[in-house]
């Protein structure tokens, strides 16, 4: 485990593997457990887990995160409120498929945040990527059906489902600011943060909307997203951003739209449709240029 945790590449691969189921249960429990509901018992019982791994460096963390406040506030509202929760909401009324696809687009986001943040510069070709990449997720939001652009009706789940890949391009820039602390502690401080975020909507949706039933669905979805896509996941993703950046970490996208696919068309039965192919091409083509290296001279 010591060895995988500081092999960038590798680790990206198995981060890839947890996080790939992530949609497809969230999908397929989708008429069972309410999505908040579902994101709040993920991160209450992943919150022991990381305590338990943090423990030995809580005491001499938290002093370092309380002077870094801000930033670790922001990166555990994105992160465990926001992220995770939209996507939950958005698979209610879309396809596994399309969230996996959608989610592929991270990298561009990514690279576009970059530039208007940073000011970093980007290249003809990168910039050419961005536009292909754009174009590659609308065709998935609009289901190949272009005159939906003019605001006839757009599927809300993919609303979702984007919201929640841009707020996560959102983390992934800024997750170099965070505090110098164990990643563990980190992972601690932000899931309480993000569930006394999350509380008063779990709230609102129990007494108004449903509650989270008592029956072995909602024991086994939640138990696999806290622990695989949960805290294996989420700190292999955050070790690989240390160790390969920003950019690369967030190829990432592809692997988990390879395995994620995988499981939705075998488990859930979900078709691969024209628009599936022409916007997934797009976006692979689309990443890979803009986040290709600028060449000096």
């Known amino acids: ?13 198995v981060t890839a593997l947890a996080w790939s189921g992530n949609h497809v249960v969230g999908r397929g429990v989708s008429d069972l457990v309410p999505p908040i509901g579902l994101g709040f018992w993920r991160w209450s019982l992943a ?16 002093p370092i995160a309380l002077a870094h406040w801000k930033i670790v506030v922001v990166l555990s509202v994105i992160s465990v409120a926001m992220y995770n929760t939209f996507i939950y909401i958005g698979l209610n009324s879309t396809l596994a498929l399309n ?46 059906e272009w ?12 609303i979702w489902i984007a919201v929640a890949s841009f707020g996560w391009a959102i983390y992934t820039v800024f997750l170099h600011k965070r505090p110098p602390i164990h990643n563990a502690s980190m992972m601690t401080f932000a899931v309480i943060i993000g569930l006394a975020v999350l509380a008063p909507f779990y709230l609102w949706e129990s007494l108004y909307v449903r509650t ?57 039965g979900e078709e691969l449709a ?13 990443t890979y240029l803009a986040t290709k290296k600028r060449k000096d001279g």
């Open 47 to 62: 919150l022991p887990i990381f305590a338990i791994i943090a423990w030995p460096h809580l005491r001499r963390d938290f």
């Open 212 to 268: 989270v039933p008592i029956a072995p669905v909602s024991f086994w979805s939640v138990g696999y997203l806290a622990v695989i896509s949960t805290v294996v996941a989420y700190m292999g993703y955050n070790r690989t951003v240390e160790l390969l950046g920003a950019n690369r970490a967030g190829l990432i996208s592809y692997l988990v739209f390879l395995f994620g696919a995988a499981l939705a068309i075998i488990f859930l």
């Open 274 to 286: 024209v628009y599936h192919g022409v916007g997934g091409v797009l976006i692979v083509i689309g």
């Open 147 to 158: 005159n939906l652009i003019a605001g006839i009706s757009l599927n809300q789940g993919d």
């Open 1 to 13: 485990m010591r060895w995988l945790m500081n092999q960038g590449y590798p680790l990206m691969i």
């Open 99 to 144: 969230s996996v696809l959608i989610n592929t687009a991270r990298p561009v986001a990514i690279v576009l945040l970059s530039y208007l943040i940073y000011r970093r510069k980007i290249s003809l070709v990168q910039g050419i990527g961005l536009a292909v990449g754009l174009l590659g997720t609308a065709a998935i939001v609009l289901r190949g």
